[in-house]
């Protein structure tokens, strides 16, 4: 799919599907990767001729901000699909099963269920063996029998993360240097790092971190200690969502030590993950400032704050309301008949100053719709 404006795609697909035209897309490539779909500023109005069909999504009341962003995009493109359309929330798995049953009751004709590792596939199959129509949006669903899954991208992404971060180091006029990683558990992105940056970057390294302080002052500190030890990184990226502010903290903090007490001596050699290759001696001019480009991922209300105040320069986003709408407009397309891709992904896209607008309209609505702070 394009990066077209949501309203646009949907009206597209409602004009195909009502008058007939509607191409049916073959089943020799089961697996189709679509791009974000693009907010609109204000609320589409609903369209005419609605489908009579009710049509359901199952998920979790537990007050993610990414939740409620999967619940908007359901029931947003479910109006402008003009379908009835009604959350169940449930926690837990019998509570699951319980909305399965009563969305039969209901008479819904499809259901989107949230199945976060795996924990709901007991409901999902239940949903299957009922008959509906069931699409699991943004997570890997293993369960024999559903009509589609709509997975959100997890490692792709990693690609364009890395280079957003090379372009900007490149802008800063840096001709080596290293990128690191910080998060809870780093292994698979780390790798996917440095393969990446070979293959385009390869004046530039790649180094891991992983918390392990419980307090957020500790975790703080050990990667402050970090940075001021290892002033050849010159990029980051914050793979949690939570660790952004931890991250721009322990930077202004290595920033300060170094002000304050000068470069640890003697001159260490650079930190890499076990079982990588010796790294080559940084450039003297590297260590003489900590200046890091940080990257971070999703956008939350502190990561925004971050954001705005410059000290992150790119936030990749979480696809909730891009995989739940996704989703929503292939429960269109079976009840009406057509075929669709087993298997679908979403792109993860990286705001910047000049893109963060249509997210954030997206997240405003959010809020407004569930009255949240």
Request: glycine share 6%.
């Given at each position: 799919?394009?990066?077209?404006?949501?309203?646009?795609?949907?009206?597209?697909?409602?004009?195909?599907?009502?008058?007939?035209?509607?191409?049916?897309?073959?089943?020799?490539?089961?697996?189709?990767?679509?791009?974000?779909?693009?907010?609109?500023?204000?609320?589409?109005?609903?369209?005419?001729?609605?489908?009579?069909?009710?049509?359901?999504?199952?998920?979790?009341?537990?007050?993610?901000?990414?939740?409620?962003?999967?619940?908007?995009?359901?029931?947003?493109?479910?109006?402008?699909?003009?379908?009835?359309?009604?959350?169940?929330?449930?926690?837990?798995?019998?509570?699951?099963?319980?909305?399965?049953?009563?969305?039969?009751?209901?008479?819904?004709?499809?259901?989107?269920?949230?199945?976060?590792?795996?924990?709901?596939?007991?409901a999902?199959?239940?949903?299957?063996?009922?008959?509906?129509?069931?699409?699991?949006?943004?997570?890997?669903?293993s369960?024999?029998?559903?009509d589609?899954?709509?997975?959100?991208?997890?490692?792709?992404?990693?690609?364009?993360?890395?280079?957003?971060l090379?372009?900007?180091?490149?802008e800063?006029?840096?001709?080596?240097?290293?990128?690191?990683?910080y998060?809870?558990?780093?292994?698979?992105?780390?790798?996917?790092?440095?393969?990446?940056?070979?293959?385009?970057?390869?004046?530039?390294?790649?180094?891991?971190?992983?918390r392990?302080?419980?307090?957020?002052?500790?975790?703080?500190?050990?990667?402050a200690?970090?940075?001021?030890?290892?002033?050849?990184?010159?990029?980051?990226?914050?793979?949690?969502?939570?660790?952004?502010?931890?991250?721009?903290?322990?930077?202004?903090?290595?920033?300060?030590?170094?002000?304050?007490?000068?470069?640890?001596?003697?001159?260490?050699?650079?930190?890499?993950?076990?079982?990588?290759?010796?790294?080559?001696?940084?450039?003297?001019?590297?260590?003489?400032?900590?200046?890091?480009?940080?990257?971070?991922?999703?956008?939350?209300?502190?990561?925004?704050?971050?954001?705005?105040?410059?000290?992150?320069?790119?936030?990749?986003?979480?696809?909730y309301?891009?995989?739940?709408?996704?989703?929503?407009?292939?429960?269109?397309?079976?009840?009406?008949?057509?075929?669709?891709?087993?298997?679908?992904?979403?792109?993860?896209?990286?705001?910047?100053?000049?893109?963060?607008?249509?997210?954030?309209?997206?997240?405003?609505?959010?809020?407004?719709?569930?009255?949240?702070?």
């Amino acid at each position: 799919m394009h990066k077209k404006a949501i309203v646009w795609v949907l009206t597209v697909l409602l004009l195909l599907v009502h008058t007939g035209c509607a191409q049916k897309e073959t089943t020799s490539t089961p697996v189709e990767t679509t791009a974000a779909i693009s907010a609109e500023p204000s609320p589409s109005p609903i369209l005419e001729n609605s489908v009579p069909h009710l049509i359901g999504f199952i998920i979790a009341g537990d007050g993610a901000i990414g939740t409620y962003m999967a619940m908007y995009g359901f029931l947003h493109t479910a109006e402008i699909l003009g379908y009835p359309a009604k959350l169940y929330r449930a926690t837990g798995i019998e509570n699951a099963k319980k909305a399965v049953s009563e969305a039969v009751a209901d008479g819904c004709k499809g259901l989107l269920v949230f199945d976060p590792s795996g924990i709901n596939d007991e409901a999902v199959r239940l949903a299957v063996q009922s008959g509906l129509h069931v699409v699991v949006p943004y997570h890997t669903c293993s369960v024999e029998g559903i009509d589609a899954n709509i997975v959100a991208d997890t490692s792709e992404y990693v690609e364009e993360v890395a280079r957003g971060l090379s372009v900007r180091m490149i802008e800063r006029s840096l001709k080596s240097g290293r990128i690191l990683v910080y998060g809870s558990n780093t292994a698979a992105i780390y790798e996917e790092f440095v393969q990446d940056i070979a293959a385009y970057y390869p004046q530039f390294g790649v180094a891991a971190f992983d918390r392990t302080a419980q307090s957020e002052q500790g975790a703080i500190d050990e990667l402050a200690q970090f940075l001021l030890y290892n002033r050849d990184i010159k990029g980051m990226y914050v793979a949690d969502s939570d660790l952004a502010s931890i991250a721009v903290s322990a930077r202004s903090k290595a920033r300060s030590l170094l002000k304050a007490n000068g470069a640890p001596s003697p001159t260490p050699v650079p930190s890499l993950a076990p079982g990588t290759t010796a790294a080559p001696t940084p450039n003297p001019s590297l260590l003489s400032d900590i200046i890091i480009t940080v990257f971070a991922s999703g956008l939350s209300d502190e990561n925004y704050a971050l954001f705005n105040g410059s000290d992150i320069y790119g936030l990749c986003i979480e696809p909730y309301y891009e995989t739940a709408a996704q989703a929503t407009m292939t429960l269109d397309k079976l009840i009406n008949g057509d075929t669709v891709p087993s298997v679908s992904r979403v792109n993860r896209p990286i705001a910047y100053a000049d893109t963060i607008d249509k997210y954030l309209a997206i997240q405003k609505q959010v809020k407004e719709l569930f009255g949240l702070s």
